[in-house]
């Protein structure tokens, strides 16, 4: 063997034996802090009713332990008379829920009639007319979204009502969901022939693209910002009368998610959401799909008079704003949400680098030097963020923020709610370049045209470890060009990083000049790091 593969047998080797420890003793790789972390603050007592911001009122509940059981912490924005909390169990994956009684100020078992959704059986509501004067399904569809009158749902599949001798096939509406054509002669004497229940008003029926996530809340801005812009355009209520929440729980409508959501809506600042329909829920994601809407019957049609659909990337629609006016205007009335001045240009970018830390997969081994290296541009505050983190929180955090770095993750969220004038340095790990997902975050802060946004790709086998050894030994060695099918791409969600620290701090100090000399986004751009 010559000396040359002699050494790479023995990076192979050393490599496998990394993989194998982490794997082990995952405790050891752990990241050391070298630097505070600020982490999330309690909530306040259960009894505590604050004044809410600009007159809405927010309640507060602490976490609780009893016995065997935790019941998390509820604050924010929910729909109007349907609180909720996650209660956990030990040695149970299933997530159960309390639901706050109004009347007597406490949390009971019982899910409250606001909670369940409003229906009217055949033949609806007094003097209501089918639209068209036609029990069939009608749908007019733009290149952003599509637009259904009398959409109907059975035992868990959504159909649309046909009638005539024409075949149409199904389609897809969303990456994980279809039409299914229901084809009948005549389409008055079908519903007159079945039980029936109506759903009125205007629905927005809303697939989080990526249900195998659920908690990767960065994936929203890919939904909500077309929908924002759309819905300031087309004849539809504003907030809807009801929104359908496909593939999720309400375990996985955060905080954060329920204030973005609200603001997409067009919800007022003294009002609450509008009902939130979803699936019965279970410990599986992809059984999760597949399950009925609570509270709805399996025997009964459902008629939902009209509807909304945007389309995601699968069905040709885009991953961020329309325009980036729209995107502007939204980032600010997030922080009119929580009564916060709107973000606005500052006479100097403060030399606060906040980090943020993941404490899951796709960790920076070498952690404890990149936080030193960081230390050396400014003030170091480092982050952690979970479920129970408020948005107001994280809100503050980013307005004082002059330079954001975090990994590839759901942590970048926030970024597009940093003030103007600000950058964001993220890691990204290897073979991540599928469907553009390697791009999506710096697409959500391009279109606010203020914040500067670079990488750092990891793009040797030596900067990877692998959580699973399966994964390494399978497409560890793919290069990125055929890492493009999803299998490849689920492993690298599952990976840590070592990050090359002369590179990291080679960009630092190529663009932090820029950066702090407040020049525009424009004049500091550099091209997006190739695979």
């Known amino acids: 063997m010559s000396g040359q593969a002699a050494h790479m047998s023995a990076r192979r080797k050393a490599l496998a034996l990394t993989q194998l420890a982490v794997l082990l003793f995952p405790h ?19 009894d505590q009713h604050d004044a809410g911001v600009l007159g809405r009122r927010v309640f507060a509940s602490s976490l609780e332990h009893h016995g065997n059981r935790t019941f998390h912490p509820s604050f924010g924005l929910f729909p ?19 639901f706050w009684n109004f009347a007597t100020e406490a949390w009971s078992d019982e899910r409250p009639a606001a909670c369940v959704p409003t229906t009217y059986p055949a033949p609806g509501p007094p003097n209501w007319r089918w639209n068209n004067d036609t029990p069939r399904t009608e749908v007019t569809c733009q290149s952003t979204h599509c637009v259904y009158t009398n959409m109907y749902y059975n035992s868990g599949r959504w159909y649309a009502l046909v009638d005539g001798e024409l075949f149409i096939p199904s389609w897809r509406f969303s990456r994980n969901q279809e039409v299914v054509p229901f084809h009948v002669l005549n389409a008055t004497e079908f519903i007159d022939s079945v039980k029936w229940r109506l759903v009125p008003g205007d629905t927005i029926l809303f697939d989080f693209i990526f249900f195998i996530h659920p908690t990767a809340i960065g994936h929203w801005w890919e939904m909500l910002g077309p929908l924002y812009s759309i819905l300031k355009t087309i004849n539809f209520k504003r907030p809807c009368d009801q929104f359908v929440l496909l593939h999720l729980g309400r375990q996985h409508m955060l905080e954060w998610v329920r204030a973005m959501i609200a603001v997409t809506l067009g919800v ?22 597949t399950q009925q809407l609570s509270g709805f019957d399996r025997d009964t049609w459902y008629v939902f008079e009209r509807v909304l659909i945007v389309k995601d990337l699968a069905t040709g629609g885009g991953r961020t704003f329309l325009n980036f006016a729209d995107a502007r205007e939204f980032r600010g009335l997030i922080y009119r949400q929580y009564g916060l001045p709107p973000p606005a240009p500052r006479p100097r970018i403060p030399r606060v680098i906040t980090f943020q830390r993941k404490r899951a997969n796709r960790r920076i081994v070498n952690e404890a030097e990149f936080v030193e290296l960081l230390r050396q541009y400014g003030e170091l505050k480092i982050v952690e963020y979970n479920s129970s983190s408020s948005l107001h929180e994280q809100l503050l955090q980013m307005r004082e923020t002059g330079v954001y770095v975090s990994v590839h993750t759901s942590n970048l969220a926030n970024a597009p709610l940093l003030q103007p004038g600000s950058a964001v340095f993220e890691v990204i790990q290897r073979n991540w370049m599928w469907n553009g997902l390697d791009c999506s975050f710096r697409d959500q802060t391009h279109m606010m045209l203020d914040i500067h946004h670079y990488a750092w790709r990891a793009k040797l086998l030596n900067q990877t470890v692998y959580l699973n050894e399966r994964d390494y030994y399978k497409v560890g060695h793919w290069p990125a060009g055929q890492c493009g099918t999803e299998e490849c791409v689920e492993a690298h969600t599952n990976v840590d990083v070592i990050v090359n620290i002369p590179e990291f701090k080679a960009l630092l100090d190529d663009r932090l000049p820029f950066v702090w000399a407040g020049a525009t986004v424009s004049e500091a751009a550099i091209p997006w790091p190739d695979w």
């Open 28 to 46: 050891l790789f752990l990241p050391i802090a070298a630097a505070p972390v600020l982490k999330s603050r309690r909530s306040p007592p259960i």
């Open 80 to 98: 109007k008379g349907c609180r909720w909390r996650t209660v956990t169990t030990e040695n149970s994956s299933l997530v159960d829920y309390q």
């Open 268 to 289: 007022g600042l003294d009002e609450e959401l509008p009902p939130v329909l979803v699936q019965d829920e279970t410990d599986n994601a992809w059984n999760q799909i």
